[in-house]
Nanobody, 122 residues
Framework: VQLQASGGGLVQAGGSLRLSCGVS????????MGWFRQAPGKEREFVAS????????DYADSVKGRFTISRGLAKNTVYLQMNNLNAEDTAVYYC????????????????WGQGTQVTVSS
């Protein structure tokens, strides 16, 4: 299973970015997709996750109301729309896959992407 993330970059505070992540290679009948992030000197933390059909999702408290996770029609792509970004959102963002068959908030993914850098200037 390969995960390829894209869409990171440099943005001013208050701006927006949209991250994308596609899954290729061996896939499964259903799986949860999500995003984590890791800021310099900090541990990797959960950002958001979404179920197979897109009806279930969870967000970290720090991003609720600003970030939206969604899934593509083909189900093998996940997006993270990030609005009203601030300096605390600066991190490397990782997409992830969890082979859950029943949705729950992603905790320990089975597969990770390579990460994409998001830098928010204040």
């Amino acid at each position: 299973v390969q995960l390829q993330a894209s869409g990171g970059g440099l943005v001013q505070a208050g701006g927006s970015l949209r991250l994308s992540c596609g899954v290729s290679g061996r896939t499964f009948s259903s799986y949860v997709m999500g995003w984590f992030r890791q800021a310099p000197g900090k541990e990797r933390e959960f950002v958001a996750s979404i179920g197979w059909l897109g009806g279930n999702s969870d967000y970290a408290d720090s991003v609720k109301g600003r970030f939206t996770i969604s899934r593509g029609l083909a189900k093998n792509t996940v997006y993270l729309q990030m609005n009203n970004l601030n300096a605390e959102d600066t991190a490397v963002y990782y997409c992830a896959v969890d082979r859950q068959t029943v949705y729950s908030r992603m905790i320990s993914p089975d597969y990770w992407g390579q990460g994409t850098q998001v830098t928010v200037s204040s």
